[in-house]
């Protein structure tokens, strides 16, 4: 088979930034609206053009993107409030009504869930849980009121996030948008497409995701999500997937894919279990869901997540669907000269990254490394270090990496307060902001001098 073309955005030398759209909410107020708009317009004097976000779902108490209780909603803190409204009632009722294939069950189980004083789905009484119609007819009845304002608020959100999308094609700028492999247990697809998971009679996860002992955790990470029914999968000839990507198409020009190393094998951890040591690889059907893919959605511009136990089937994967990787630059320093984190060691089909959301910010990361693992780095860059992390930045720009991307602390050179998550920690993360009058024009003229001087802008 061979490899398909690659699209306008991964197929060019681009520079972009890592800032997720929450962090633009400051002062009480909403990020779709003057501060994305100013951000968006930032990039492009910098000469950036790409803006790489994470999910824009909504949220519980943890504040996590990656713990969706819907990947196709917005998360409505995120709304510019003092916009007016995008249209009069029929247009809200259009749009209601096109959208209807994934709205009607995302505003209804909301509904539910707070008609339910927020438990679980499973613990619903019985006729909601397992979806009876007459009952959901009833809750439809009953809690109108609530699923038409979580509708208008939805409403709002796509019409605003389109508006943005706009601006940002006409700045030049490109949206990277980020797909967590896995949902929440306690989310509309579990209780919708209650089949395509591994749940018990009572809709509780059998088993959960995680990943075994690496970088980041020494027990591993137990994450906690359900895990896929991959042989309901393939029978249903991958749906699920099918609709999911091609609705964050509708919303994004590229479109990462947290954890793909799931798609080749995934760790299985028995549910109950507190630390993720004792779990398992099994194999998922990787070729066949990402053939679908290729024949169902072949406009669609995919980057694979594929940090952490990368094997050779995981690599031979990614090629085999032309999909670029990630590296990052902090990972590596171990000593080893032909670490595939060092910039000698890239290859164009890759996003290069300083760190990502999940690291520590740069300056962070080396004011915390030990006298001998800075002296590396020093040693590696000829660098003092009060240089180093410029000089860091710069390796990852010029890297013949077909993307760079920067994380919005190291451009200003933020240390470890501005740390946006902590892998392994529920609470806490992910609470910096940005304020976007720190990106100055002074600033963007050295970054559009970067940009240009290592060809990703013309």
Same mark, same amino acid.
């Given at each position: ?8 955005? %991964? ?28 951000? +968006? ?25 990656? =713990? ?29 009504? *096109? ?16 008609? *339910? ?63 967590? +492999? ?15 998971? *591994? ?21 591993? *990470? ?34 990462? +894919? ?22 398992? =690889? ?14 169902? &959605? ?8 594929? %940090? ?41 089909? +890759? ?7 999940? $690291? ?45 991307? &920067? ?13 946006? $998550? ?37």
């Amino acid at each position: 088979m061979s490899a398909p073309a690659r699209g306008p955005v %991964l197929s060019q030398r681009r520079a972009g930034v890592l800032l997720p759209a929450s962090s633009l909410c400051t002062d009480g107020e909403g990020a779709l609206g003057w501060r994305a708009r100013r951000f +968006i317009d930032w990039l492009a004097e910098a000469g950036f053009t790409v803006w790489q976000l994470l999910p824009l779902v909504p949220v519980d108490a943890s504040g996590s993107p990656y =713990w969706a209780r819907s990947d196709r909603a917005g998360n409505p803190a995120l709304l510019d409030r003092d916009a007016p409204d995008p249209g009069n009632e029929d247009d809200f009722e259009a749009w209601r009504a *096109q959208q209807a294939g994934w709205l009607e069950d995302y505003v209804l189980f909301e509904a539910l869930s707070a008609e *339910q004083d927020g438990r679980p789905w499973w613990q619903w009484p019985l006729p909601l849980r397992d979806r009876k119609p007459a009952a959901l007819a009833d809750a439809a009845r009953r809690l109108k009121e609530p699923i038409r304002a979580a509708a208008r608020a939805q409403w709002r959100f796509d019409m605003q996030w389109r508006a943005l999308r706009e601006h940002a094609a006409s700045r030049g700028v490109h949206l990277f948008g980020d797909l967590p +492999i896995y949902v929440a247990p306690d989310s509309v697809a579990t209780w919708v497409y209650r089949d395509q998971f *591994q749940l018990d009679v009572n809709g509780e996860p059998r088993a959960v995701a995680g990943v075994p002992p690496d970088y980041f955790a020494e027990d591993g *990470q137990l994450w906690g999500n359900p895990l896929y029914d991959w042989e309901a999968h393939e029978r249903d000839g991958f749906s699920f997937w099918l609709r999911r990507l091609g609705l964050q198409s509708e919303r994004f020009d590229v479109l990462r +894919i947290d954890h793909f190393r799931g798609f080749e094998a995934f760790w299985e951890v028995p549910a109950g279990s507190r630390t993720a040591r004792g779990g398992r =690889w099994c194999k998922a059907p990787g070729h066949a869901l990402l053939s679908k893919v290729r024949a169902e &959605l072949p406009q669609l511009e995919l980057v694979a997540e594929d %940090l952490g136990v990368i094997t050779d089937e995981v690599i031979e994967l990614r090629k085999r669907f032309a999909l670029p990787g990630m590296r990052v630059l902090q990972f590596g320093f171990d000593g080893n000269n032909r670490n595939p984190h060092l910039p000698h060691m890239h290859e164009a089909d +890759i996003v290069a990254y300083t760190g990502t959301h999940d $690291n520590d910010t740069t300056a962070g990361w080396y004011a915390s490394l030990s006298p001998e693992m800075r002296d590396r780095v020093r040693r590696f860059l000829a660098r003092p270090d009060h240089e180093v992390l410029h000089a860091l930045v710069r390796l990852v720009l010029s890297s013949v990496a077909g993307m760079a991307v &920067l994380p919005a602390q190291d451009l200003l050179g933020l240390g470890s307060e501005a740390r946006l $998550n902590r892998p392994g920690t529920a609470m806490g993360n992910w609470g910096w902001r940005l304020p976007v009058e720190w990106l100055t024009a002074p600033l963007a003229a050295q970054f559009r001098e970067l940009n240009q001087l290592f060809g990703r802008i013309d």
